[in-house]
């Protein structure tokens, strides 16, 4: 079973740090484009970083670029975020995705709709 599992939400201070983890299971991991999105209730869910784990490349949305770093872990097929200096707007839950077919040829684009597998999210929220 194909299977992408979240972790490391949780609540802290503006100018605070939280590390999410996502696990992959049931699929190959070589060559994939693996995601984090974050949501907000009304509003669309938005992209916030991503890394092709075939060659480490990674894309960052401006709004985080400088703060969030993606990382992969290619024994634990293993993706991370490592979130610093978090504002009260990063607050939102957070989900991993991963665009396996396209990742498997090299895509690795911003487009939602291209990420064919979900994890169940994990919160973040901030406070000031």
């Known amino acids: 079973r194909v299977q992408l599992v979240e972790s490391g939400g949780g609540s802290v201070q503006a100018g605070g740090s939280l590390k999410l983890s996502c696990a992959a299971s049931?699929?190959?991991?070589?060559?994939?484009?693996m995601g984090w999105f974050r949501q907000v209730p009304g509003k669309e869910r938005e992209g916030v970083a991503r890394i092709y784990t075939g060659d480490g490349s990674t894309y960052y949305a401006d709004s985080v670029r400088g703060r969030f770093i993606i990382s992969r872990d290619s024994i634990k097929n293993t993706v991370y975020l490592q979130m610093n200096s978090l504002k009260p707007e990063d607050t939102a839950m957070y989900y991993c995705?991963?665009?396996?077919?396209?990742?498997?040829?090299?895509?690795?684009?911003?487009?939602?709709?291209?990420?064919?597998?979900w994890g169940q999210g994990t919160q973040v929220t901030v406070s000031s």
């Open positions: 049931g699929y190959t991991y070589s060559r994939n484009c």
């Open positions: 995705a991963a665009d396996r077919s396209g990742g498997s040829w090299g895509r690795c684009g911003p487009v939602k709709e291209l990420f064919d597998t």
